[in-house]
């Protein structure tokens, strides 16, 4: 059974940075689309970022475009969301997915914390 292990979550200032990291049991396959979603309190799971594992083409919700860079590392099956220009709004509990389509998820990481203060 696949697992995904996120790991990198943190407190930072706003302005500050992070990197997530997420590594996949086993490598993916060529279909599989990774993403990361975010969740506060009393709000549904939201898309951040998602990344074709073929061709490692990139894609973001407009809220973090231009902030967040989500990349791959073949030889360690894992992918990374660094996070630049952290706002308080970023704050919320971010996981892995995977799927096939952008977007979505199927198979999920335990999430990390992260908490962006004023």
């Known amino acids: 059974q696949v697992q995904l292990q996120e790991s990198g979550g943190g407190s930072v200032q706003a302005g500050g940075s992070l990197t997530l990291s997420c590594v996949h049991s086993?490598?993916?396959?060529?279909?599989?689309?990774m993403g990361w979603f975010r969740q506060t309190p009393g709000n549904g799971r939201e898309w951040v970022a998602s990344?074709?594992?073929?061709?490692?083409?990139?894609y973001y919700a407009d809220s973090v475009k231009g902030r967040f860079t989500m990349t791959k590392d073949n030889t360690k099956n894992t992918v990374y969301l660094q996070m630049n220009n952290l706002r308080p709004d970023d704050t919320a509990v971010y996981y892995c997915?995977?799927?096939?389509?952008?977007?979505?998820?199927?198979?999920w990481g335990q999430g990390t914390q992260v908490t962006v203060s004023s």
């Open positions: 997915g995977r799927s096939i389509n952008i977007g979505e998820a199927n198979v």
């Open positions: 990344l074709r594992w073929s061709s490692g083409r990139t």
């Open positions: 086993g490598r993916p396959f060529s279909s599989h689309v």
